[in-house]
C-alpha cells in the first residue's frame, strides 16, 4: 500500500489541488474571521453558514479558533470537491485500468488513494487552522477583543482544535470519495454532496429540526465547535466516525464490485 499511497501523492501533488484547494481553504477561513468579528456587537447578523459569535465566546481560552466551527462546512465542501476529483478523474481518463493491473489489489489502491488524501487534508487544514489563528490577534487587537486568556493551555486548546477540526474534514472526504466511486463523475458527486448540504439538510430541519443534529452536516459541524446544546462532544464525535468508516465500508466494497476491465 506504501507504494500506491507515493503514486497518489505524486498526482495529487499539482498546484490546482495544493495550492487551488489550500488556498481556497485559508481564503474562506480569513473572510469569515473577518465578518465574525464585525458582527460582534450583533451576532443575530450572522446567517448562513457563519454561526453568530459573541465576544464572550472569543475572550475564553481558545477563542482564537472560534471561527473553526463556522469554516467547518465550507472547507467540508472543498474537501469533498477535491477527494471527488481524484477519484473520478481515475476514470474519466482510463488511468484506473492501468492502476489496477499495476497494483491487482484493490484493497491496496483504494488503501494507497485514502492514505495520500488524509495526509493532503491534514496538511490543508493544519493550513487553515493557521490562518484563522493569525488573523485572530490583529483583528482581536482592531475590535478591542480581549486575548489574554488565549496562552491559557495554549498548545492543549491547539492539539484538540486542529483534531476537532480534521476528522470532520477527513469525513466529508471519505463522502466525496464514496460518492464519486458510486457515480465515476465529480460533478455529479459535487453536485450531490453540495446540494445535500445547502438543501436536503435544510428541509429536512424545518420537517424535523431534532433531527438536523444526528445528520453528517450537523454532526460534523458539532465536533468542529466541541459539541453544541443540542449534541454533545463525545455523541458527535461517534456519530462522524461513524459516518466515515460507513463511508470507506461503502467505497471498498463499491470498487472491489466493478467491472474495470469491462
Do not use: C
Not at 493532503?120 to 490583529?138: F, I, L, Q
Not at 463511508?247 to 470498487?255: I, V
Amino acid at each position: 500500500m506504501i507504494a500506491a499511497t507515493r503514486s497518489e501523492l505524486i498526482r495529487i501533488w499539482r498546484p490546482s489541488i495544493i495550492y487551488g484547494g489550500t488556498g481556497i481553504m485559508a481564503g474562506f477561513a480569513a473572510v469569515i474571521s473577518i465578518f465574525i468579528y464585525t458582527s460582534l456587537d450583533n451576532p443575530d447578523a450572522a446567517s448562513g453558514p457563519v454561526a453568530g459569535s459573541t465576544t464572550a465566546d472569543i475572550e475564553q481560552p481558545g477563542g482564537m479558533l472560534e471561527a473553526l466551527g463556522s469554516v467547518s462546512s465550507l472547507v467540508g465542501v472543498v474537501l469533498l470537491s477535491v477527494w471527488a476529483i481524484a477519484t473520478a478523474s481515475d476514470y474519466d481518463t482510463g488511468l484506473i485500468r492501468i492502476l489496477v493491473q499495476a497494483q491487482p489489489s484493490r484493497l491496496k489502491l483504494l488503501g494507497g488513494k485514502i492514505a495520500a488524501l488524509a495526509i493532503y487534508t491534514a496538511m490543508a487544514a493544519a493550513a487553515t487552522m493557521a490562518t484563522v489563528v493569525v488573523v485572530a490577534r490583529p483583528l482581536s487587537r482592531v475590535f478591542e477583543v480581549d486575548n489574554q486568556t488565549w496562552n491559557t493551555d495554549l498548545a492543549t486548546e491547539l492539539a484538540s482544535g486542529y483534531f476537532n477540526f480534521l476528522v470532520p474534514s477527513l469525513v466529508w472526504g471519505l463522502i466525496g470519495l464514496t460518492i464519486a466511486q458510486l457515480t465515476k463523475s465529480s460533478g455529479i458527486a459535487i453536485a450531490a454532496g453540495i446540494s445535500y448540504l445547502l438543501i436536503v439538510e435544510s428541509l429536512i430541519g424545518i420537517a424535523a429540526p431534532d433531527a438536523t443534529d444526528l445528520l453528517p452536516g450537523g454532526t460534523l459541524a458539532a465536533v468542529t465547535a466541541g459539541g453544541t446544546p443540542n449534541i454533545g462532544y463525545s455523541p458527535a464525535l461517534g456519530l462522524s466516525l461513524l459516518y466515515g468508516t460507513i463511508a470507506t465500508g461503502a467505497a471498498l466494497f463499491l470498487f472491489r464490485q466493478r467491472d474495470i476491465h469491462g
